[in-house]
Each structure stands twice: as C-alpha cells, then as structure tokens.
C-alpha cells in the first residue's frame, strides 16, 4: 500500500486514469488496523492492484469531497469515474473478490 501525503490528495486522484482503490482510516482506529490487514492480504494476491492510503486526520478536505462518513473506508473508483464507497470489510475474500472486480483487465495493460 501507499501512502498519499495530506498536501497531495487532489493532485493524486487527478492525475490517475481507470480504476482506483484509496483506504481511508484514521491511526488509532483499531477496526482500521483490521480492514488495513484485509487489505493487504488481498494486494498481495493481485499484482495488478495497487491500493493507496489516506489518514483522514490529515486530509479533512478528503472526506468532504468524497462525502466520507466514516472510517474504515475504502474508496473505489470505477473505469467509468463513478466512485463506490465501502465500510463494511467482511472478510478478506469479499475484499478480494471487489477489488479483483474493479481491476479486471488491468493486468492485461501491465505486460
């Protein structure tokens, strides 16, 4: 996962095309310590998948733009540019399976 810096949100999500996954959480939440878990297990099954961070502690413009209502979330952006917003991490599978869903095709574009 990577970590976006508070100052370089807007210039991040901008300048990205296709899908995008951003996890959004807070330090000391530890039901984000669990999702951010989840997470990476579920990266590390797609190459194709590159998900980025955001401490919303640092980036309150953040949850305004994207109407964040709580955290963990994750953020997902469709190839269409509609964005998606998830709160609920069920499982690591579920997380998986989502995440596998929005970058289908992606890893064609990476070889």
């Excluded at 095309?17 to 959004?24: C, D, E, I, S």
């Excluded at 959480?25 to 297990?41: E, F, K, N, S």
């Excluded at 997380?95 to 574009?109: I, P, S």
Aim: net charge negative; glycine share 6%.
């Amino acid at each position: 996962m990577i970590e976006w810096a508070a100052r370089d949100w807007r210039r991040e999500i901008d300048g990205r095309t296709g899908p995008l996954a951003l996890y959004v959480y807070t330090p000391l939440c530890g039901t984000c310590a669990v999702a951010r878990r989840m997470l990476a297990v579920a990266e590390a099954s797609l190459p194709e998948v590159a998900i980025f961070t955001a401490n919303i502690n640092v980036m309150p413009g953040l949850a305004e733009a994207y109407k964040i209502e709580s955290v963990p979330c994750l953020l997902l952006r469709r190839a269409d540019g509609a964005w998606d917003r998830v709160y609920r991490f069920g499982s690591v599978v579920e997380v998986r399976e989502r995440l596998a869903e929005l970058f289908k095709g992606e890893e064609e574009r990476h070889d």
